[in-house]
């Protein structure tokens, strides 16, 4: 079956810019995580998205960075006024529950390569 | 704050001989652990699980062991093929809706 899906693969935007992530999970998935990887580093939590519930937003590096979900189906990261340190791989997973729970590992897209000029 | 580490940033083994990727982690309340897989452009893939009331589980050509007593993980790979060189990542639940990773480790396989 489809896996999760990320758009665009890449993205070149110039410093000061606004772009957008969209991450499609799969479906009948309930949990929706958005991960940032710089280079040769590991995964960073940014946000995470649970059904109905408010979204956990600890991990969001500054106020430029937001996120939306539509229920249970597409999530769009929105990254405003794009700074050089911002260049990472921006990964976005599914799980059937919340991560933590045994038997529902993350399932992840191959990711958005942002670079900021 | 508490966070999952790795001992060795690269691991270089020859083909078809087995290897180990080890893991440490500082949270004692830390449940669950999980290793993945990441290859070149791509999303990290799941490999293989372990409750923190579990010691060892296997599954194909993959074993987890799992130390609480050093707090220490490790991923052992059984006749090491090409197709396993990746980075492979440990990750750990102590928050109970998510994980945190680990720095990952670089496995290279010689042919």
């Known amino acids: 079956g489809a896996g999760v899906s990320q758009s665009p693969s890449n993205k070149v935007t110039e410093k000061g810019k606004d772009v957008e992530l969209r991450c499609d999970p799969i479906?009948?998935?309930?949990?929706l995580y958005w991960y940032r990887q710089r280079l040769g580093q590991g995964l960073e939590f940014l946000i995470y998205?649970?059904?109905?519930?408010?979204?956990?937003k600890s991990g969001l590096p500054s106020d430029r960075f937001s996120a939306e979900r539509t229920g249970e189906s597409v999530s769009t990261l929105t990254i405003q006024r794009t700074q050089q340190e911002d260049s990472a791989v921006y990964l976005c997973?599914?799980?059937?529950?919340?991560?933590?729970?045994?038997?529902?590992?993350?399932?992840f897209g191959n990711g958005t390569r942002l670079t900021v000029t | 704050g508490e966070s999952v580490g790795l001992h060795l940033p690269t691991l270089s083994v020859q083909e078809g001989d087995n290897s180990i990727i080890n893991c440490a982690y500082s949270?004692?309340?830390?449940?669950?652990f999980i290793w993945y897989k990441q290859e070149s452009g791509k999303g990290p893939q799941f490999i293989i699980d372990?409750?923190?009331?579990?010691d060892k589980r296997q599954g194909q050509r993959v074993t987890v062991l799992l130390n609480k007593t050093v707090k220490h993980l490790s991923l052992q790979i059984a006749a090491t093929q090409p197709g396993d060189s990746a980075v492979y990542f440990c990750?750990?639940?102590?928050?109970?809706?998510?994980?945190?990773f680990g720095g990952g480790t670089r496995l290279m396989v010689k042919p």
């Open positions: 997973a599914s799980s059937l529950d919340a991560a933590g729970v045994y038997n529902s590992p993350l399932h």
């Open positions: 479906s009948g998935h309930t949990a």
């Open positions: 998205f649970q059904g109905n519930s408010a979204p956990d």
């Open positions: 949270n004692s309340a830390s449940d669950y």
């Open positions: 372990i409750r923190s009331n579990m």
């Open positions: 990750a750990e639940n102590n928050a109970g809706n998510m994980l945190t």
